[in-house]
């Protein structure tokens, strides 16, 4: 089975009561959810090689480089930033509780406090500086210092989705029990139309299992709702999928929109979980006209080192004349005879409570889409 990235998976776990109670003794620091869920794929592997959160000189590499420090590709940084009066609680070389919702998610041994440049940081992995962009929108509202340090998780984040959350230990033991020596990861954040099929069943002909891993937490306005995709991919695999070469497990993290940068992240996570292929689609994690339509496929030409192997896809369409869902390399037929998987279309469609015609999107797929009021992240 292809390695973790780093060479090992991080666990950086006490379960143990004695440790719970220590916590509740500590200073402590309230957080969120998206934290701490953040705080459970550090400390369950997803994130390897880290073991924390970034120590500045990584920090400051990732950003210049999108590396780590000893080298090791590394493209979103894993921060926690603090208040000014945060700081004047705080000793480097102490020790913190991390609470959400008066649960203790893990304790933090703070290495470094240090200040950092927000714009440079939005260059660096926005490729931008507008508040239009929701990742640049979402930084400038942090605080001004990060602390970095080694952290230890006591309790699981809650989730929604028990049935379907599975860790990198967990999903390694599956594609094993399996049989699985070859598995194409699957990145989204939306409910699957036909396009999105036809690329995942095209990977699948290469390799001997598909994980589809859509991606639940914070999103925009506009984007499907977590239990919208959940229930739309459930009625996919009930009806189009064999049992023995797919399978479905959620990644919990929020969606930063960094285009590019995203996508290696993506493909590093997706190494955890055991892929040895990552399914890498036209403007993947883009967000507006930040990003061209394949720069998040160009940027990949930059890890050589990232071992696990990019599948790149162009766009994919239904060409009337073809009979069948194809993109422009295989198709010589001019564009009066497409049909357009757009999303816009397909949004504004269920929307009005419509069903989207059946080249576009599935019809269990849209029911299951329909049975909510609104779909879509408000």
């Not at 959160?53 to 940084?77: A, C, H, K, M, Q």
């Not at 699985?180 to 699957?186: L, S």
């Not at 690329?199 to 290469?206: D, G, R, S």
């Not at 859509?214 to 064999?242: C, M, N, Q, T, W």
Request: some cysteine.
């Amino acid at each position: 089975m292809i390695a973790p990235h780093g060479g090992r998976l991080v666990e950086r776990l006490d379960f143990s009561e004695r440790k719970r109670e220590e916590a509740r003794e500590m200073p402590r620091k309230e957080i969120n959810i998206d934290m701490a869920r953040d705080l459970g794929n550090i400390g369950h592997g997803v994130f390897s090689p880290l073991e924390g959160y970034l120590t500045r000189e990584d920090f400051e590499n990732v950003l210049e480089e999108g590396r780590l420090s000893n080298d090791l590709p590394w493209t979103i940084p894993v921060v926690l930033d603090v208040s000014r009066e945060e700081i004047d609680k705080i000793i480097e070389g102490d020790e913190i509780a991390l609470f959400y919702r008066d649960t203790p998610i893990a304790i933090l041994n703070v290495e470094e406090i240090y200040p950092y440049d927000k714009k440079k940081y939005a260059e660096s992995v926005f490729r931008t500086t507008s508040i239009e962009h929701p990742g640049v929108a979402n930084l400038m509202k942090k605080e001004d210092h990060l602390v970095g340090g080694k952290i230890t998780l006591l309790n699981d984040p809650p989730t929604m989705f028990p049935k379907y959350k599975l860790w990198p230990k967990e999903t390694r033991i599956l594609f094993k029990e399996k049989g699985w020596k070859t598995v194409v990861g699957f990145q989204t954040r939306n409910a699957p139309h036909v396009g999105h099929e036809y690329v995942q069943k095209t990977a699948l002909t290469f390799v001997d299992g598909l994980f589809i891993n859509p991606l639940i937490g914070k999103k925009k306005k506009g984007d499907f709702r977590d239990e919208v995709i959940i229930s739309a991919y459930e009625a996919l695999f009930r009806h189009y999928y064999p049992k023995n070469t797919a399978t479905l497990s959620i990644l919990e993290t929020e969606m930063r929109y960094a285009g590019p940068r995203e996508a290696i992240f993506h493909a590093i996570i997706r190494k955890n979980f055991g892929c040895t292929h990552f399914i890498v689609g036209r403007d993947h994690a883009g967000v507006g006209k930040f990003y061209g339509p394949y720069d998040a496929q160009e940027i990949f030409y930059e890890y050589p080192d990232l071992k696990i192997t990019p599948l790149f896809f162009r766009s994919f369409f239904y060409c009337r004349k073809c009979g069948s869902v194809v993109n422009e390399k295989i198709c010589p037929h001019g564009p009066e005879h497409h049909v357009n998987f757009s999303g816009t279309r397909i949004r504004e469609m269920l929307l009005r409570g419509e069903r989207p015609p059946e080249l576009m999107m599935r019809p269990e797929v849209a029911d299951a889409i329909l049975q909510y009021d609104n779909p879509f992240v408000e």
